[in-house]
């Protein structure tokens, strides 16, 4: 089978929404911009606090079309920003705080799934990330020392040997492994359908293919017509500032390959029994799981950034960075018959601190989730009930977060921002093949410097 590349993603294609469109209605009590997870969540929990509230959902495309229907169903406890970051300005026990309350959300998540009947093929066999070499695993060690101090718990967080990694999946050359019980495999598209399905019956308007193009206190205006609302929630993530304008956030892109179903003899030599999350302590950082069909699926950054925070489409992935996922899934599993069935690629949002922010302006009474660099599948569901509680004006556990207003600066103008990101990228390739070529035990100082330049410091 030729490979098929782009078309949003691999799980939109096996969950093809086929609803009809719904009329944009003239009044609501609350309108959400953006029919992704932090969108559906927010119209979710704010239907379920008060089931008479009116909710407008208000999508562009269709929902999921942004990361939430592309990503890589890594439901994972890690928070959404720089812990240094968030603990210089708020204090290291608020840096707690948000990681309990991050451990809390993949459980609240899952009850919620199962209470609404959500199938999202959820397995929680844990996060695995898999050095190496031996700066890896150093580096492994003080990723472990980090999370102890931020918050998670010493059963949170398991150190394994290279055999203990082995025994659960042959990734070659495993050194070691860092483990974190608590992070679940979902089907992304399955849980952002499932979701929809869950608002429809719940009387919430889900309204496609109608973008927004301009916001103002008290009435929303989009291509289908224009809403009065009490209350607005921008979830539009990293197509934020194609909405609002300026340089709060970029788009950077993450691109994913998925094999064929792979056959019971393969996985035989693999193992991969308990479906875990997998990555690895490189730099240039992958991600992969084992899905449900039993495909394995890869994801990376890729070419990262486009000239004036361009967007991805339908998200076609360029040949290079095609061929980059793919040596790293041979590099992982090398000696296996692995046939590629589809690319996709989407974007993330990225603040100039790589810390997200719930933000709330009382005057327009409208709020803004954004920034999740990555780590949303979670951080989604903990951003909405926040959200709601800033759009209500409640005091809460949640309000006090350290991510409440937190203000990141702006990005540079181009081109210091291309050459910024893809700088920064580069020192992380380079540090990589230093680190493997000299079988050095320490973290290369190109990768700080990468790490600088990116703003990770
Ligand atoms: C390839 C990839 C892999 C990832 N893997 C993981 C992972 O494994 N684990 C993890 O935790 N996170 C991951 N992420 C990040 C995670 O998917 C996101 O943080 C999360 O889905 C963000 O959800 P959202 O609802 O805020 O934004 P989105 O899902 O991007 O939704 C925003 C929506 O707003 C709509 N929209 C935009 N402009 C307008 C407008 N003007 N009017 C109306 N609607 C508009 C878009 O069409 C889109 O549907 C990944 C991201 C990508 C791209």
Known sequence: MPLRNGEVSHWMRRHPGDVPLAEVPATADLVVVGGGLTGLWTAYYAVRRDPGTRVVVLEAEQVGYGASGRNGGWMSPLLPGNRAVYARRAGAPAVVAFQRAM????????????????????????????????????????????HLRYGFREEEVRLLDGPAVRARLAVDGARGGLLLPVTTRIDPAALVRGLARVLRERGVTICEQARVTSLSSGTVVSSRGSVRTNHTAVCAEAYTPALLGGRDVVPVSSAIVVTEPLPQATW?????????????????????????????????????????????????????????????????????????AHAWRGVIGVTRDWCAGVLHDPATRTGVARGFAGHGVTATNLAARTLLDRLHGRRTALTALPWNDHDSGRWEPEPLRWLGIHGAYRLFAAADRWEEARGSRRTSLLARAGSRMAGLE
């Open 103 to 146: 451990t809390d959300t993949v459980e609240e998540c899952l009850a919620v799934m199962e209470r609404e009947g959500i199938e999202a093929d959820q397995v929680r066999g844990g996060q695995l990330s898999v050095a190496r070499t031996e700066a890896g695993v150093a580096r492994l060690r003080d990723v472990r020392e980090g």
């Open 268 to 340: 035989q030599q693999i193992g991969w029994e308990a479906r875990e999350c997998l990555g690895d302590a490189a730099h240039t950082f992958v991600y992969c799981q084992r899905t449900a069909d039993d495909r394995i699926l890869v994801g990376g950054r890729g070419t990262p950034y486009a000239f004036g925070s361009g967007l991805p489409g339908d998200g076609e992935v360029d040949a290079r960075t095609l061929a980059a996922l793919e040596r790293r899934l041979h590099s992982f599993f090398p000696g296996h018959d692995l046939p590629l």
